[in-house]
């Protein structure tokens, strides 16, 4: 029997390595002198090489379809993601060492509970199982409320920790209340069991009362999915998390959940919201239309870094939402494509904000209007910021305009004019919104003389080679489009 699970061979190798992590640093790591454990350098490497392990285990099995009926299933899309998960935790701890010192947070459960984050999250990839799928969410949720309430001197991030509770309590058990009743009225959790059972469902007559169960059940789980993907209208709560939360705590929700959540989504469209798209059409392209222009315009409002990328997040929510409404394999990739550039993209752009402090004061710099007189103080890297900030726009020639120039050729040839319509629109407005983020860069002059820290070495190191793959990207963009296209083909 064992045997049949030995394909969890790295899930269940982070899982003691997470294990062994916590007694190391409980035994091992207490001082007299602080009073309470510490993370140290020697836990930094240890950290590093289990998920460099993590990765070649992981890597190990991507040629194989293999799983656990009714539990979990692999195949090579859910293993390509898994592998981006675990490569931006690592770029996540290899950047923010000397942040968890700054923000206090070099206590070592902070490190457990992110790689407790990547475990659900990698087990949540490759789950076929509705109650496996829900019980993974609530052990991620929860990771999430502590790290969102992690800042102990900081009362907003209290306060984000509560907002969070609160609302993702709330779509939870909307959530679990839809699972619940479709196994009330199928006795069946398995993914393609359900999906045989609305084909066959599709084939007969059935009454009406047992359809009208099926579209509320499907009803509170879009509900309770959306409020987990910050869509509108259910969106007005994300501001307040990532602005509440410590900055290394919005650092990993805007970098990590983002890809394989949409993954998530959309698998459990092909299999089960797929026989009820003709139902619930009209509501995914208000939540599509909606997430855009919200997300657009919100943006237009804010002077602080964090409140930004908040509402950055809600537009990319409208734009794969629009895959849910008429879905093909172009247009899946092309959306894919887009998801990629903009995490690569928003990783460059907070770590070139995670070195943006004042000598003299301990906190980032997150409002605009201080980054005044940035190119004297470093020509180089406030040029970097600016080009990082044109590639989330979607400038040309960047490879985010690239990823939105081929969705616009997949609308164009679907006749779905209004989405092209609204994709320039929002892109216009976002060009806005990220000029003027850079005229204050490059030409605004500050009245105080204010001494920025130097960026650190694999900071510096790290943009560099994100500008590299960038430009890579431009010249080249088959190398991500040819291998998506053929790990999508398994869902088609």
Known sequence: MLLN????????????????????????????????PKKNKFTEYIVKLILINFFFLTLSFFSYNYGVRDIFFRDDLSN?????????????????????????LSSFEFTILILLCLLSLNLLVITVNLISFYLLLEFQSICFYILASYGKKNKYSFEAGLKYFILGSFSSVLLLF????????????????LNLFFLNLSNIDSNIYLNSIFNFSIALMLV????????????FWVSDIYQ?????????????????????????????????????????FFCSVGSMLIGSIGAIQQKKFRRLMAYSSITG????????????????????????????????????????SFIRYKYNIERFSLL??????????????????????????????????YLLFNLFNNGFYFFIFLII?????????????????????????????????????????ILFFNILLILKPSLILIPLEYFLIDLF
């Open 5 to 36: 699970y030995f394909f969890l061979l790295p899930e269940n190798y982070l899982l003691f390595s997470i294990f062994f992590i916590f007694i190391y640093l409980i035994f091992f790591s207490f001082s007299a002198e602080k009073k309470f």
């Open 80 to 104: 390509g993601i898994q592998l981006i998960n675990i490569i931006l935790v690592f770029l996540f701890f290899t950047c923010v060492p000397f942040l968890l010192n700054k923000y206090s």
């Open 178 to 193: 839809g699972i619940a009743l479709f196994y009330g009225f199928t006795g069946i959790f398995y993914y393609e069991d």
């Open 224 to 235: 309770g999915l959306l409020f987990k993907l910050y869509s509108f209208p259910f969106h």
């Open 244 to 284: 509440g939360s410590t900055f290394v705590v919005t650092f990993f929700f805007a970098l990590v959940p983002f890809l394989s959540i949409f993954y998530i989504f959309m698998k459990l469209y092909f299999y089960i919201y797929f026989f009820f798209y003709e139902n619930f059409i009209i509501f995914l």
């Open 317 to 356: 929510t409208g734009y794969y939402l629009m895959v849910f409404l008429f879905p093909d394999l172009a247009l899946v990739k092309n959306v894919f494509f887009f998801i990629f550039v903009y995490i690569v993209n928003v990783l460059a752009i907070f770590v070139s904000f995670s070195n943006l």
């Open 372 to 405: 005044a007189d940035l190119l004297k103080y470093n020509r180089l890297f406030a040029i970097m910021i600016v080009l990082f900030f044109f590639g989330v726009a979607g400038l040309p020639p960047f490879p985010s305009f690239l990823a939105k120039l």
């Open 425 to 465: 629109v929002t892109t216009v407005l976002s060009f806005y919104y990220y000029l003027r983020i850079s005229k204050v860069i490059l030409y605004n002059k500050n009245n105080k003389w204010f001494f920025i820290n130097n960026i650190s070495y694999s900071s510096a190191l790290l943009l560099m080679y």
